[in-house]
């Protein structure tokens, strides 16, 4: 069974920068994709951005395109979000999640990061 733990979350002022950790485990990656969703109050829990282990291709959705990047390190079996230019409405919880290449959903999630970006 794959865990999932993330780190990094905090507190920042609009127009700076965190960075969030994934540490994942339980499993060999190779066919596995690695994302991240994030749930602000009061709205659906909404997808970020993933990375697929083997080729390291990644897709973001257009709200955070080009402000934020996704990365992997093989060795620490980690992903990485680098969120830059960050702005009040990125406030949310930001969730790992992982799942096989081939499933289109997502079958395991960590237990959530708070990142509040104040204006």
């Known amino acids: 069974q794959v865990q999932l733990v993330e780190s990094g979350g905090g507190l920042v002022q609009a127009g700076g920068s965190l960075r969030l950790s994934c540490a994942a485990s339980?499993?060999?990656?190779?066919?596995?994709?690695l994302g991240w969703f994030r749930q602000a109050p009061g709205k659906e829990r909404e997808f970020v951005a993933r990375?697929?282990?083997?080729?390291?291709?990644?897709y973001y959705a257009d709200s955070v395109k080009g402000r934020f990047t996704i990365s992997k390190d093989n060795a620490k079996n980690t992903v990485y979000l680098q969120m830059n230019s960050l702005k009040a409405e990125d406030t949310a919880v930001y969730y790992c999640?992982?799942?096989?290449?081939?499933?289109?959903?997502?079958?395991?999630w960590g237990q959530g990061t708070q990142v509040t970006v104040s204006s």
């Open positions: 990375i697929l282990w083997s080729s390291g291709s990644t």
């Open positions: 999640a992982g799942a096989s290449i081939v499933a289109s959903g997502w079958s395991a």
């Open positions: 339980g499993r060999t990656f190779s066919a596995y994709k």
